[in-house]
């Protein structure tokens, strides 16, 4: 018999296990994005049901605690923050616009004498 590499026989050579050495496991923790996500989907929703006054509201709320607490869900925070202050907006532009037009139907119907 043939001796090869370091006292090992041929037949030796191919049935040893061969080692592998693999890059060790990396497990990332994300953070949690709760509030921020949550903000976000309201805000998405308060297109839907925004005449209910109550789910833009608490999206910004929802948005900017998950803006000041959550940095990992920056993104979702200020998106929210975005769309829920346009459902509000848009709310407080129908108010102002109701309020005009009874004021003006009062003036008009008072200049008539009614």
């Known amino acids: ?14 049935t040893q296990q061969q080692y592998y050495c693999y890059p060790p496991t990396v497990i990332v923790q994300t953070r949690p994005k709760g509030r921020s ?3 976000f989907v309201l805000g998405f929703v308060s297109f839907g049901f925004g ?3 109550i789910v833009p509201v608490v999206g910004l709320i929802l948005s900017g605690l ?9 993104t979702f925070a200020i ?7 346009l459902a509000v907006l848009g709310w407080l532009i ?7 037009t009874f004021q ?11």
């Not at 018999?1 to 191919?14: A, V």
């Not at 998106?79 to 202050?85: A, D, E, F, K, P």
């Not at 009062?106 to 008539?112: D, F, K, L, T």
Request: zero cysteines.
């Open 1 to 14: 018999m043939r001796i090869y590499e370091r006292g090992t026989t041929l037949s030796d050579r191919y």
């Open 37 to 39: 996500i949550s903000g």
């Open 51 to 53: 005449w209910t006054l």
């Open 66 to 74: 998950g803006l000041q607490r959550e940095p990992s869900g920056k």
């Open 79 to 85: 998106w929210g923050l975005v769309l829920n202050g």
């Open 94 to 100: 129908g108010v102002i616009l109701i309020v005009a």
């Open 104 to 114: 003006a139907a009062h003036a008009i119907s008072s200049s008539y004498g009614y």
